[in-house]
């Protein structure tokens, strides 16, 4: 085969494998299905499903536009999107809602008084750049949801930017094919996002 016969081929391939990505993206899109390739959450496909927004629900949400999320944009923690500020969405737990009292502190989260596991705040990410200190002992107003991961130690969330406005949740999802991840280790590469939501 000619060197230009193979690179026609080659061509062909990325042509046609970039459009059958693309369908699929619109397919996923029009169904609402997210994929989360991040540790916040178990790994997989998830699905947009009309669900109150509670506690202990995964939610889709944007982050709002602050410094704060320009910068985690910035080191990677957050990919491109459509939200406002041209972030993408995230990808949390609700782990505490209006009335609820929350205490984050060095050595992790309390929610009425029970320790979060996985939820001490890390001092530094992959890169060595120090992450944000959000402290706070207060009790939720309505408007207000603590989002966090409850499976992983290196998620850019809650313990870092602090509680986020109801209005910014887009979707109650629930998991269609999860699997599980033996990342234990937070790097710089694989920070928060749309679904990259990882320090």
Not at 56 to 78: I, Q, T, W
């Amino acid at each position: 085969m000619t060197p230009r016969r193979l690179l026609r081929r080659l061509a062909l391939g990325a042509a046609s494998a970039a459009a059958v990505l693309g369908i699929l993206a619109a397919v996923a899109h029009q169904a609402s299905v997210v994929i989360n390739t991040t540790p916040s959450l178990p790994l997989g496909l998830y699905r947009a499903i009309d669900s109150p927004v509670a506690r202990g629900a995964y939610v889709k949400f944007c982050p709002p536009p602050s410094a704060l999320f320009d910068e985690a944009a910035r080191r990677g923690y957050l990919h491109a999107g459509f939200c406002p500020g041209g972030y993408g969405p995230l990808l949390k737990r609700v782990l505490a809602v209006s009335g609820d009292r929350v205490q984050v502190a060095g050595d992790g989260v309390r929610i009425d008084g029970r320790f979060v596991p996985l939820s001490a705040p890390m001092w530094a990410d992959g890169g060595g750049r120090t992450l944000p200190r959000y402290v706070q002992d207060r009790v939720l107003n309505p408007s207000e949801l603590m989002l966090m991961s409850d499976v992983s130690s290196v998620s850019f969330d809650a313990r870092y930017f602090g509680p986020v406005d109801r209005a910014q949740v887009q979707a109650v999802i629930e998991p269609l094919l999860t699997w599980s991840s033996s990342k234990t280790a937070m790097t710089a590469t694989a920070l928060p996002s749309s679904s990259t939501e990882s320090p």
